[in-house]
């Protein structure tokens, strides 16, 4: 089994590789294409990752390359990570739509606006060229933001699945609370990529018993410290947020807190140089733990799982993606992509059914969905227009004012990205 990781240059890639190498029952790779037009990166990356590979006793054959068609040719599967602009564009989209008091985040918002428009073009490009080399490979997306390029990738008609960590995470931190094997854990998730719910958490599969009125009941303080939301409006709502859900539940308390200390970025940027030099010690065989710090904690735990099943393998047959609507939430069109509980197999993902999705939630998630309509074809088409009415229906933004002066900004931090600009 071939699988090429595009991207494969990330500081993040290391924690796909330990997952690879201790997963290799559920997922047998014989060999393993980064793609990275970074060679420094991609050396420094590609080294560690045969060290892992080679402690763990994995006999896989890794591949380190700059050459895209050659790296993606005869692959079953190829997973996109890959971050258009890197973390120089991140910290923009961080920083200049708070300059219009509203948040500076890469994945919602303006900011994730942003990273759309740079990444949806260069994703279909990779994906048209998979196509043409293999039409029978996977296209495993955990690109941000997840939903729009799924749906970019699902458009173009190609055979795509979108992946976040956000919904293994509340798993693994669930099933350790109730200390019963994470593969017992069976959330109610629904919503749209970062703007989720946990409905319920139930034990032993979509119809198990739902435990988590227990869990809010005795570990509700510790979840909202790490939501960093008040435990009274976990009490009021009976559901966990994605911590994303700050965003618009807290939005002026966040922008406030974002003006006052440097961006995540900037974090980023310095957590990954330190990491980039700890790669390059020909004596590190294994993930080192300031990796933890980056972020993506079970990342190829989620990533293992969704391949094999798509391949044919081992995985679990229901997991959390992104996939097509189709139906299951009446409230949005068939073609909106959704992430929740799916049945997933060789013939993709396919939504399971999920109850009633209460106003409050069901509203939000349309909001949000009209907005990343007109992201999608703000992505595709260009122009300064469409860009204004992508922010301008972002319940994030909402304000004709705002829009305005989000776009210039926009487009004058993403003009090198931009064809149309």
Known sequence: MK?????????????????????????????????????ERLELVGGLARRIFAKQGHDGRIVTTADLDAG????????????????????????????????GQETTGAGGLAKALRTVPVVLDIAERVRRTNPNAWIIDFTNPVGIVTRALLRAGHKAVGLCNVAIGFQRKFAKLLDVAPSEVHLDH??????????????????????LPGLLAEHGDAIAADLRLPR??????????????RYFYAHDEVVRELGTKPSRAVEVAAMERELLEVYGDPALDEKPALLARRGGAFYSEAAVDL???????GGSAHQVVNAYNNGTLPFLPDDAVIETQAAVGAHGAVPLPVAPVDPLYAGLIAHVTAYEDLALE??????????????LAHPLVGQYDSAEGLTDRLIAHNREHLAWA
């Open 307 to 313: 391949a094999a099943s798509l391949l044919g393998g």
């Open 3 to 39: 699988l090429a990781v595009v991207g494969g240059g990330s500081t993040y890639t290391p924690e796909l590789i330990d997952g690879f190498a201790r997963l290799r029952d559920t997922l047998p790779v014989t060999e393993l294409v980064l793609v990275d037009p970074a060679a």
């Open 232 to 245: 009274p409006l976990l009490d009021r709502l009976g559901v966990v947020p994605s911590y994303y859900l």
């Open 72 to 103: 993606v040719a005869d692959a079953d599967a190829v997973l996109l990570q890959l971050r258009v602009g890197g973390q120089a564009a991140r910290q923009q989209d961080e920083s200049w739509p708070l300059e219009c008091g509203c948040v």
């Open 378 to 391: 703000a992505a595709l088409h260009g122009g300064r227009e469409r860009v204004f009415k992508a922010l």
């Open 190 to 211: 629904i919503g749209l990529n970062h703007l989720t719910w946990e409905r319920a958490v139930r034990i032993g599969g979509p119809w198990g018993e739902d435990r």
